[in-house]
């Protein structure tokens, strides 16, 4: 068979394995919605980000932020169809060699085994995906049936004498029909999501000065996970469980949990990919279970040195038992702001710890193991910062960048941040950094939240002004000046803006 009879049938053998492809990935969709499935580019997430150098992968979040997730997913399900188009059009070469065009489902079955047997494994969920729920080949079987379904309604394309008919038949209502309804069920199934994380995070919907403590609702969210797919966690059925090199091992329904003795924290939280001057910062009031004496009643062993967290959605953590029993103020949280946890933000239990960027405490608990050494770290093994302590940072919130502002006496105002270090002074220029003036500073509602600071400036002329502001800690150490990217120990630099002094 020469080219110029196989590259007809290949191309028209891709277009039916795409459209099978698209179908299938709405029907899979469709099935995590209803019954649970793991979208197959959520469980590539991991791999693919593991292989991508941590630069490149700071460099993203960085300029993508919450579109980052989003772009990631479009990206594999792209990759997923033209991936199933390309086996679409392996078939339609093998068909038209071998006149065997009653082969799709047998190419099918290939598809599934590959997808079972190599890919869910090497996300991590086992053979056949049997760690994600025994249930899990079994729904891929179907899935992949139906891919073998549709791209064997392409077969008469591939014979020279049924060439007309199959051109109507792919440029008919049939193949249209599927792929305009796999396009709505997953329009209807993504794009709200997809939107609301673009153009609508939590943060978003605050303007202005910032409060001292966040509504529940503005609390900035960041996950591993793609949007709409976080663990959803049923408290009647959920427990705690303590193990590990311990000698009384301990499993804590929330009741039990709730009940022991707890204590309230004012806290803020940062994310490690808060760019200079943004928004994934947020305060709070936490109350739970202090961490060192939770795992003190255990009855902690020697060799216990790391305490190992493992959350629902598969994400880990650890952190060394020296630091933890010093530190009387990291929680097994379960209420934000006087109410249980939101599901967004980690129900039914999470680790909190002050003074960390918020990567360290998993969110959706479900164990704690006393280990020898130091243990998962989803972020860490992308070449994030094992210890991802806060760094000192200050922003502006009024005046906005790019604004326009009457001559006059002009409000600038903002927050100030140093993890458990506290803020001592912040300082703002008007001139770009040239001279600087000292802003006041509201006391903290803890030592570990962030500061709200302001000062009156008035321009002694209209004209364009850069504006930028600084921090110092309680121990006198400036903050960072030289500007650097979030990765990998957290984003440096003072935050500047522009605004422009008018009459009117």
Known sequence: MNKTSWRPAAVRGFAWGALAGLALVALMYLAALFIGLRPLPQALSGPVLALMPGPVFGFLID?????????????????MVVGLGALGAA???????WRFQQSALVFAAAGWLVVVAVMLPVSGYGFLGLSDGPTTPIVWALLFAVYGLILQMGAPSLLPDQADTGRRRLLGAVPLAIG???????AFRLVPDWYKAIFNPAEAGLSGPSPEITPVANFYVVSKNFYGSDPVVIAAGWNL???????????????????????TEYVTLECISNDVGGGLISTGSFTGVSLSALLAMASPRPEGSWAA?????????????????????????YDLDGAPLPELHGFP?????????????PKWLDSIDLVDRESGGYWEAQGWDHNAIVRTMSRFDMPLDGSIVKLGAVTVS?????????VSKVDYSTDGGKTWSPADIKAPLSPLTWVLWSASWTPPREGAYTLKVRATD???ALQDAKSSMSFPIGASGYHTIHVNVAHS
């Open 63 to 79: 300029t993508l932020q919450h579109a980052g997730k989003v772009v990631e997913e479009f990206g594999l399900i792209v990759a």
């Open 349 to 361: 239990a999470r680790i909190l710890l002050p003074g960390h960027y918020g990567m360290k405490g």
């Open 91 to 97: 078939w339609a070469v093998a068909a038209r060699r």
């Open 180 to 186: 305009a309804v796999s396009l709505g069920v997953l």
């Open 309 to 333: 967290f493992k959350a629902r959605d598969g994400y880990a953590e650890s952190l060394p038992m020296s630091m933890i029993q010093s530190s009387p103020e990291y929680l097994v949280a």
């Open 474 to 476: 309680a121990s006198g």
């Open 414 to 422: 903002g927050v100030a941040f140093a993890g458990v270090k506290g």
């Open 241 to 263: 469980s303590i193990g590990g090199a311990v000698d009384k091992p301990l499993k804590l329904s929330l009741a039990q949990l709730r009940a022991l003795p707890s204590t």
